[in-house]
């Protein structure tokens, strides 16, 4: 049934001649999680519905450094850094987006001192920029009237200061957006920043993503919709925690406006 989605290498271009509008950076979750897969494929098929012209590195992609720099290993994270911006300098990339926080907030904050100077767009920023400019079209179908709650990615939100695009979309989609007690600038971690992500917590009363699902679900959503892979998975761990999985669903932004294309 599946069919095939046009995911073009920078390697490809190059042969061409070509350069692409847009650098699509997959990231290690959206590469290799079976969960976060399923995001990189939705976005794909939206930016190819907007007839994007895009390309990946495919295997010339590695890891941005983000997980050894958080866990205090700036040696490796030097080397992983320096081996992309060559690879992305000797392509001359401009403009890069990415449908991970972590490597959006790296690429765009980190990477300037090591000589990685690009513009760089988290994917719901690029999505609202096609709508914007009525390149995509985001009708709400089945989301319509649905109550959704969004969870601030930390690195998209409290870091870089974006709240506005995920929302935007959501509402595009006529849905209900409802608000967690903690959000935007007051949101709260899903529990796997810093590197958390790759370890067990330490003891404690309460695993931070069980007490975030707990504010998600104190709003009663259908849906709570994440902008990260890593938010995605400690969400849906909590909600597996709660034993909700048959009422909430966790779901990227770009898989809702592709579920509401019907893509």
């Given at each position: 049934m599946s069919e095939l989605l046009k995911v073009p290498t920078m390697a490809e271009f190059m042969a061409q001649g070509k350069q692409p509008e847009v650098l699509f950076w997959v990231g290690c979750a959206g590469s290799f999680d079976d969960r976060a897969k399923k995001?990189?494929?939705?976005?794909?098929?939206?930016?190819?519905?907007?007839?994007?012209?895009?390309?990946?590195l495919g295997t010339e992609e590695s890891c941005t450094g983000d997980p050894a720099k958080r866990a205090g290993n700036e040696f490796l994270f030097q080397?992983?850094?320096?081996?992309?911006?060559?690879?992305?300098?000797?392509?001359?990339?401009?403009?890069?987006?990415?449908?991970?926080?972590?490597?959006?907030?790296t690429i765009k904050n980190e990477y300037p001192d090591?000589?990685?100077?690009?513009?760089?767009?988290?994917?719901?920023?690029?999505?609202?920029?096609?709508?914007?400019?009525?390149?995509?079209?985001?009708?709400?179908?089945?989301?319509?009237?649905?109550?959704?709650?969004?969870?601030?990615?930390?690195?998209?939100?409290?870091?870089?200061?974006?709240?506005?695009?995920?929302?935007?979309?959501?509402?595009?989609?006529?849905?209900?957006?409802?608000?967690?007690?903690?959000?935007k600038r007051n949101g709260l971690c899903c529990g796997a920043g810093g590197a958390q992500m790759f370890k067990e917590p330490e003891k404690g009363d309460k695993d931070v993503n069980v007490e975030r699902t707990e504010q998600a679900l104190d709003v009663k959503p259908e849906i709570i919709a994440a902008g990260c892979p890593f938010c995605n998975t400690m969400m849906t761990d909590g909600i597996k925690a709660k034993e909700k999985e048959s009422d909430v669903a966790v779901m990227d932004v770009a898989e809702l406006i592709a579920n509401a294309q019907d893509l």
């Open positions: 995001i990189t494929k939705a976005f794909v098929k939206l930016l190819n519905k907007a007839n994007v012209e895009f390309a990946v080397m992983q850094a320096v081996t992309n911006i060559e690879v992305l300098n000797a392509y001359e990339v401009k403009k890069i987006v990415t449908a991970c926080p972590h490597c959006f907030n090591l000589g990685g100077n690009y513009e760089v767009m988290h994917h719901t920023q690029f999505l609202k920029t096609l709508l914007d400019e009525g390149r995509l079209t985001i009708e709400g179908g089945k989301y319509k009237g649905k109550r959704i709650t969004f969870h601030d990615p930390c690195y998209l939100g409290r870091a870089n200061n974006v709240y506005e695009a995920p929302r935007e979309l959501i509402q595009k989609l006529e849905a209900e957006l409802i608000e967690m007690k903690n959000c």
